[in-house]
């Protein structure tokens, strides 16, 4: 079995090491490497061979491979998990072996769960979530498929994240509240209310300031 990131930036190396450390003493996957649709394939980088997703598909076969998406961008994250599944690839789910994941918690397909995160008991992580580093997930949370967490963000217990949400780093969210499908909490803010869909949440506390139209995070000026 082989293992694909697929995304080359700097989230895509965290998560090659995370999944280095995963592996260490099991064996499971025979290689490691990138996919980058914006890279020249065949390249060298990080140790190892950078692929298109068009070359990749030549070289193996799709019953050999597996993929973890490491895109920060909840809305690109999306994109590349349906163009995955179009071809019929698995989904890697990765947890760094610092991370504390309660044995009642659900991780499903494709979540990545990095160094020293904390996901408590009953929380459900859905399919394709991110949890970036010391993010901390409390009891009977749900968070909501494509979502990133960024590092140091609190989730109080039974909070419900929607999907394709983010919410930046150091975010602290009180136990029993709601953020939105597609709404994005900016870093540092505290969250004592619920947060709509599709909205931009900022401050202490956290309130909306206005519509996420563009549905992306991190914009090119």
Wanted: net charge neutral; aromatic share 8%.
């Amino acid at each position: 079995m082989y293992l694909f990131i697929y995304c080359a930036g700097g989230f895509g190396r965290e998560i090659f090491d995370t999944a280095v450390r995963q592996d260490t003493g099991r064996g499971r996957w025979t290689g490691m490497y990138f996919i980058d649709d914006g890279a020249v394939s065949g390249t060298e980088m990080y140790g190892t061979t950078v692929f298109t997703l068009e070359r990749m598909l030549e070289r193996f076969s799709t019953a050999d491979v597996e993929v973890a998406i490491a895109n920060g961008e909840p809305a690109i994250r999306q994109l590349l998990w349906e163009k995955l599944k179009r071809h019929g690839i698995r989904l890697a789910t990765i947890v760094d072996p610092s991370a504390i994941v309660a044995p009642t918690a659900t991780l499903g397909e494709g979540a990545v769960v990095t160094a020293f995160c904390i996901v408590a008991t009953q929380a459900v992580l859905r399919e394709n979530v991110a949890l970036n580093v010391q993010a901390i997930v409390g009891h009977d949370i749900v968070l909501g498929e494509h979502t990133v967490v960024s590092s140091m963000v609190n989730v109080g217990g039974a909070c419900t994240i929607g999907a394709r949400s983010y919410l930046g780093m150091g975010v602290q969210i009180i136990q029993g509240v709601s953020v939105g499908t597609d709404a994005i909490v900016g870093m540092g803010s505290v969250v004592f209310s619920d947060i709509p869909d599709e909205v931009i949440a900022l401050g202490n506390p956290a309130r909306a300031m206005r519509k996420n139209v563009d549905k992306r995070v991190f914009k090119k000026s």
